[in-house]
């Protein structure tokens, strides 16, 4: 296989603590990597680099991971900028919001939904996301939940069924008897597609219980959990998430101390999504507070046609660092590996020998311009796989 060689780079995260400085980003100076494939196959100082087949320049410009987007709802059609134009104007968010897309995406085609998909994968893609998540949950029955996922499995590994994402219309007299269906024949037909199960465990959605109902149906099938928990409000969803070993607690707006001593002392991953808190108005998540108590962090867009329609990690990296707490490297680490660790994947997230070669050239000197720029397209290149992608 050809190997090429990235050379003179001014600081090169790695995510590897054990190589450069020794902090968690494991920050190289005057570094390079090698790509054999579609793997890295060595990383060190510039002047120590083995001779390869090809050579690329950075001139002294900073290299990355790929970003990792863990929370994503790409599977939709439709639009509802009147909704966001009205809460700009004062209305506050509420869950029910999604019912619109749900008729949206029901009347679309697979193709249409396809392209979408296509479209805003295209989108992260040059804002340096190497890897990311979707859901299934704008389609709400049983043929409509099974063709996003066949769909959204043509583009990602990391599928998601969220046939719990609000009740329909049609089931709006009968939340039981649409659980029952979202962990009977639904789950049935949407487990082959999908690798995890999500649910919106939130006043308006899926109380505790129908939210345990439907991860333990699907842990049962084989699917791992994940949860939208306490994004509008506190509720049971994050200690429910520990309780089951779900991979990520997703939102975690609202927490009380035993929510963040659970998140601390357990494995699951809260994963925080700003793009919500911007586009909605609310309350920022306190990611200093979970840092503090030990809990793992990942940063996600959230990107869904509602309450965060970005598709830009480098714009949650700097929302992250100006308004949660956190500092440029933890931000751009919860980025990275956070967002691996959300999706329990060892392969991404990091530049290390025997990583997937997933890697963006920002055209700054360092990882801090991401938030000390923000809104700039700092991208100047992305691998994805080993293969030059932008």
Same mark, same amino acid.
């Given at each position: 296989?050809?190997?090429?060689? *990235?050379?003179? $780079?001014?600081?090169?995260?790695?995510?590897?603590?054990?190589?450069?400085?020794?902090?968690?980003?494991?920050? $190289?100076?005057?570094?390079?990597?090698? *790509?054999?494939?579609?793997? $890295?196959?060595?990383?060190?100082?510039?002047?120590?680099?083995?001779?390869?087949?090809?050579?690329?320049?950075?001139?002294?410009?900073?290299?990355?991971?790929?970003?990792?987007?863990?929370?994503?709802?790409?599977?939709?059609?439709?639009?509802?900028?009147?909704?966001?134009?009205?809460?700009?104007?004062?209305?506050?968010?509420?869950?029910?919001?999604?019912?619109?897309? #749900?008729?949206?995406?029901?009347?679309?085609?697979?193709?249409?939904?396809?392209?979408?998909?296509?479209?805003?994968?295209?989108?992260?893609?040059?804002?340096?996301?190497?890897?990311?998540?979707?859901?299934?949950?704008?389609?709400?029955?049983?043929?409509?939940?099974?063709?996003?996922?066949?769909?959204?499995?043509?583009?990602?590994?990391?599928?998601?069924?969220?046939?719990?994402?609000?009740?329909?219309?049609?089931?709006?007299?009968?939340?039981?008897?649409?659980?029952?269906?979202?962990?009977?024949?639904?789950?049935?037909?949407?487990?082959?597609?999908?690798?995890?199960?999500?649910?919106?465990?939130?006043?308006?959605?899926?109380?505790?219980?129908?939210?345990?109902?439907?991860?333990?149906?699907?842990?049962?099938?084989?699917?791992?959990?994940? *949860?939208?928990?306490?994004?509008?409000?506190?509720?049971?969803?994050?200690? =429910?998430?520990?309780?089951?070993?779900?991979?990520?607690?997703?939102?975690?707006?609202?927490?009380?101390?035993?929510? #963040?001593?659970?998140?601390?002392?357990?494995?699951?991953?809260?994963? =925080?999504?700003?793009?919500?808190?911007?586009?909605?108005?609310?309350?920022?998540?306190?990611?200093?507070?979970?840092?503090?108590?030990?809990?793992?962090?990942?940063?996600?867009?959230?990107?869904?046609?509602?309450?965060?329609?970005?598709?830009?990690?480098?714009?949650?990296?700097?929302?992250?660092?100006?308004?949660?707490?956190?500092?440029?490297?933890?931000?751009?680490?919860?980025?990275?590996?956070?967002?691996?660790?959300?999706?329990?994947?060892?392969? *991404?997230?990091? $530049?290390?020998?025997?990583?997937?070669?997933?890697?963006?050239? =920002?055209?700054?000197?360092?990882?801090?311009?991401?938030?000390?720029?923000?809104?700039?397209?700092?991208?100047?290149?992305?691998?994805?796989?080993?293969?030059?992608?932008?």
């Amino acid at each position: 296989m050809t190997t090429t060689a *990235i050379t003179n $780079i001014a600081s090169l995260v790695t995510n590897d603590p054990s190589l450069g400085n020794g902090t968690p980003l494991g920050l $190289i100076r005057d570094a390079a990597v090698v *790509i054999e494939g579609d793997r $890295i196959v060595w990383t060190g100082e510039s002047s120590k680099a083995p001779t390869t087949d090809n050579v690329l320049d950075a001139a002294g410009r900073a290299v990355i991971p790929g970003f990792v987007d863990s929370h994503s709802h790409l599977l939709f059609a439709g639009d509802r900028t009147q909704e966001f134009n009205a809460r700009m104007s004062g209305r506050p968010y509420t869950a029910g919001g999604i019912r619109t897309t #749900v008729a949206a995406t029901r009347a679309a085609s697979d193709d249409e939904l396809s392209a979408n998909v296509a479209r805003y994968l295209a989108e992260a893609l040059r804002q340096g996301t190497t890897t990311f998540e979707t859901k299934s949950g704008y389609g709400l029955t049983v043929e409509d939940e099974a063709r996003a996922l066949r769909i959204a499995a043509r583009h990602t590994d990391e599928v998601t069924y969220l046939g719990a994402h609000v009740v329909p219309p049609e089931y709006a007299d009968d939340p039981a008897g649409y659980v029952a269906l979202v962990t009977g024949p639904m789950l049935n037909a949407c487990a082959p597609h999908a690798r995890w199960i999500d649910v919106f465990c939130e006043k308006g959605a899926f109380d505790g219980d129908q939210a345990r109902a439907v991860l333990t149906a699907g842990r049962a099938k084989g699917l791992h959990p994940r *949860i939208h928990a306490n994004q509008l409000t506190y509720g049971p969803g994050v200690q =429910l998430a520990v309780e089951l070993d779900a991979a990520s607690a997703d939102h975690c707006t609202h927490l009380t101390d035993a929510d #963040v001593d659970a998140l601390g002392q357990g494995d699951t991953v809260a994963t =925080l999504l700003p793009g919500a808190e911007f586009s909605t108005r609310a309350s920022w998540p306190d990611a200093r507070r979970l840092l503090d108590a030990g809990a793992t962090v990942a940063l996600s867009t959230d990107c869904n046609p509602g309450s965060s329609f970005t598709s830009s990690m480098p714009f949650c990296v700097a929302l992250a660092v100006r308004d949660m707490g956190m500092t440029p490297d933890e931000a751009l680490w919860s980025a990275t590996a956070g967002g691996a660790a959300a999706l329990r994947r060892t392969d *991404i997230g990091r $530049i290390t020998p025997g990583a997937r070669a997933d890697l963006v050239l =920002l055209d700054a000197p360092s990882h801090v311009h991401l938030a000390y720029r923000p809104g700039v397209p700092l991208v100047g290149a992305v691998w994805q796989r080993g293969e030059r992608t932008v």
